[in-house]
């Protein structure tokens, strides 16, 4: 059994749902709430449904567990409750690796390209461990994820018990069907999509930078499909070195390249409406992100990535579009 926090969410349910189609039997962690989340396991329901608040007791029950794979998180970027997210991305994560640790069951867990910060080089997007102390995350969420892998970085320093095997994955901009449950969480590609199909323009926010145009913020965007092949390929492949990796495509590309993909994917003329940045972001909006794949490529990966162009036209066309399958 696949131990699978956050498999109700976005990324976690399109896992999920690899799994389930190969036969994988599933323990997830979430809650479905209100939102409509359960929609993202409709077609592919878990072999258990955990409320987070009964994990210990699942975790001390017995279970054969084949591998934990630990993305549930509180994502927002602009979460403001440092206890709880502390409680939640942190605590969390370091009673699973333990747990993991002792039983001896390998542990894969997500990080995310916000403990970057302010970097504005592709050579500043490395995964080398060494450079995690230098980092210095923009926001609340980005702090907590880094917070982990120093955590992780300093356990291994100790000579401390580990996962036998382990892997963090720095996401960068992920995109694709079962995110509709985010609300302003949601992918760029969704809520521009949205914007067009409805006759309006496409809207970016302004840059808040005077050496940056309008539109040429810059971020790694990443097909959910090509995460969910990473995913697979480390849980699959024992020879896989353990080890924090980066998770995007190694190419930066402009909002308004993403906004044109959006329109020529949706068939609509390519119209873009500038907008001035929230107050709230200022300060803390990444405006260049780029993730260096080489480290993943060492260790024997070799998929290739969705361009941005094509990813949003399967996005548009196969989940998006009147009469689509919305769900993965």
Same mark, same amino acid.
């Given at each position: 059994?696949?131990?699978? =926090?956050?498999?109700?969410?976005?990324?976690?349910?399109?896992f @999920?749902?690899?799994?389930?189609?190969?036969?994988?039997s599933?323990?997830?962690? %979430?809650?479905?709430?209100?939102?409509?989340? /359960?929609?993202?396991?409709?077609?592919?329901?878990? !072999?258990?449904?955990?409320?987070?608040?009964?994990?210990?007791?699942?975790?001390?029950?017995?279970? #054969?567990v084949?591998?934990?794979?630990?993305?549930?998180?509180?994502? +927002?970027?602009?979460?403001? *409750?440092?206890?709880?997210?502390?409680?939640?991305?942190?605590?969390?994560?370091?009673?699973?690796?333990?747990?993991?640790? #002792?039983?001896?069951?390998?542990?894969?867990?997500?990080?995310?390209?916000? =403990?970057?910060?302010?970097?504005?080089?592709? *050579?500043?997007?490395?995964? *080398?461990?060494?450079? $995690?102390? !230098?980092?210095?995350?923009?926001?609340?969420?980005? /702090?907590?994820?880094?917070?982990? %892998?120093?955590?992780?970085?300093?356990?291994?320093?100790?000579? @401390?018990?580990?996962?036998?095997?382990?892997?963090g994955?720095?996401?960068?901009?992920?995109?694709?069907?079962?995110?509709?449950?985010?609300?302003?969480?949601?992918?760029?590609?969704?809520?521009?999509?949205? +914007?067009?199909?409805?006759?309006?323009?496409?809207?970016?926010?302004?840059? %808040?930078?005077?050496?940056?145009?309008?539109?040429?913020?810059?971020? *790694?965007?990443?097909?959910?499909? %090509?995460?969910?092949?990473?995913?697979?390929?480390? $849980?699959?492949?024992?020879?896989?070195?353990?080890? $924090?990796?980066? &998770?995007?495509?190694?190419?930066?590309?402009?909002?308004?390249?993403?906004?044109?993909?959006?329109?020529?994917?949706?068939?609509?003329?390519?119209?873009?409406?500038?907008?001035?940045m929230?107050?709230? &972001? #200022?300060?803390?909006?990444?405006?260049? =992100?780029?993730?260096?794949?080489?480290?993943?490529?060492?260790?024997?990966?070799r998929?290739?990535? =969705?361009?941005?162009?094509?990813?949003?036209?399967?996005y548009?066309?196969?989940? $998006?579009?009147?009469?689509?399958?919305?769900?993965?």
């Amino acid at each position: 059994m696949i131990l699978l =926090t956050g498999g109700a969410g976005f990324i976690g349910s399109c896992f @999920h749902a690899a799994l389930r189609r190969r036969g994988e039997s599933t323990a997830i962690v %979430d809650r479905l709430g209100g939102e409509g989340k /359960w929609r993202n396991l409709l077609a592919h329901p878990p !072999s258990l449904l955990l409320p987070p608040e009964e994990l210990g007791g699942f975790l001390e029950g017995g279970h #054969r567990v084949d591998a934990v794979v630990h993305l549930g998180a509180i994502s +927002e970027t602009t979460a403001r *409750d440092g206890d709880l997210v502390w409680r939640s991305n942190v605590a969390l994560s370091q009673l699973l690796w333990r747990w993991c640790a #002792r039983e001896g069951v390998p542990f894969l867990y997500a990080s995310s390209a916000a =403990t970057y910060g302010a970097a504005d080089r592709p *050579d500043l997007f490395s995964d *080398d461990p060494s450079r $995690l102390p !230098s980092l210095r995350p923009l926001n609340l969420y980005g /702090w907590s994820k880094h917070a982990f %892998d120093l955590w992780v970085q300093e356990e291994l320093a100790r000579g @401390h018990e580990a996962p036998p095997r382990w892997n963090g994955l720095k996401f960068f901009n992920v995109y694709g069907p079962n995110e509709y449950h985010k609300g302003g969480m949601v992918s760029v590609v969704k809520v521009k999509h949205d +914007e067009v199909r409805a006759g309006r323009p496409a809207r970016l926010f302004r840059s %808040d930078r005077p050496d940056i145009a309008d539109g040429q913020q810059k971020r *790694d965007f990443i097909w959910v499909g %090509d995460v969910v092949d990473v995913m697979l390929w480390l $849980l699959d492949t024992p020879g896989a070195p353990s080890g $924090l990796f980066n &998770l995007g495509t190694g190419a930066a590309r402009s909002y308004l390249d993403l906004a044109h993909a959006v329109c020529d994917a949706a068939g609509v003329e390519r119209r873009v409406e500038f907008t001035d940045m929230p107050a709230a &972001l #200022r300060g803390q909006y990444q405006s260049f =992100t780029c993730a260096d794949m080489d480290r993943l490529r060492a260790a024997g990966y070799r998929g290739q990535f =969705t361009t941005l162009e094509a990813g949003v036209r399967r996005y548009v066309e196969q989940h $998006l579009a009147p009469g689509a399958e919305p769900f993965c």
